[in-house]
Each structure stands twice: as structure tokens, then as C-alpha cells.
């Protein structure tokens, strides 16, 4: 089963996200802040789902944190929708940049072929 790390402040938007991915066939865990999102990183996750606006250290930072030990599918989920954002993020080593509000199709149908991607 593969797994996928959520790491999101909203509570409402976590617990939407984790019993549809859930639901889906993956096992999730869940972090509220970008310190903790790091922490609970390990080589066990298959795929990040990451907001920008976090607490303590933000999306950018996790992303950047991550990407340096791992190459592991990152998609930025967040309401930021400037191109600079987007082009900052991607530039960071996000795979993909999702901005809310979103389908759960949608956002199911990214994770998928970002996990196709890394598994190919």
C-alpha cells in the first residue's frame, strides 16, 4: 500500500483529504505544521502533499528540506495562485502545484500519475 503524507494546518481540509485518500486504497499520515511535516518524513512515504502556509517553517522550507534527501513525489496543494508562487514552488522541487479550491478527482487523478512518474 503507498503511502502519503499530508501536511496541512486545516484541520477541515486534513480530515477531507485523509478519508478520501483513504478511501482511495492509500495509508496517510497527517502533519498540522511544517516542523512536524519534516519529522514524520521518512523513506516509508511515497508522496507529499504540502501547503505553503504553515506554521513554524512553511511549505517552501519543508519542500526544500525534503527535496534535498529525497526525490520522492511533492505536490504543493495551496491557495496561493500567483504565477510567482507556482514558479517558486516548482522551482523548489515540487512536482506539481495544485490550487485551492480543488476537485477530489482532480487532485486523485495528480496523485496517481505522480506516483506512475516515480514508480516507472
Known sequence: MQKILIVEDDIDIQDILKNHLIDAGYEVAVASDGVTGIAMFDDTIDLLLLDIMLPKIDGYGVCEVIRKRSQVPIIMLT??????????????????????????????ARVKANLRRSTA
Open 79 to 108: 491557495a496561493r495562485e500567483d504565477e510567482v508562487d507556482k514558479v517558486l514552488g516548482l522551482e523548489l522541487g515540487a512536482d506539481d502545484y495544485i490550487t485551492k479550491p480543488y476537485s477530489m478527482r482532480e487532485l486523485t
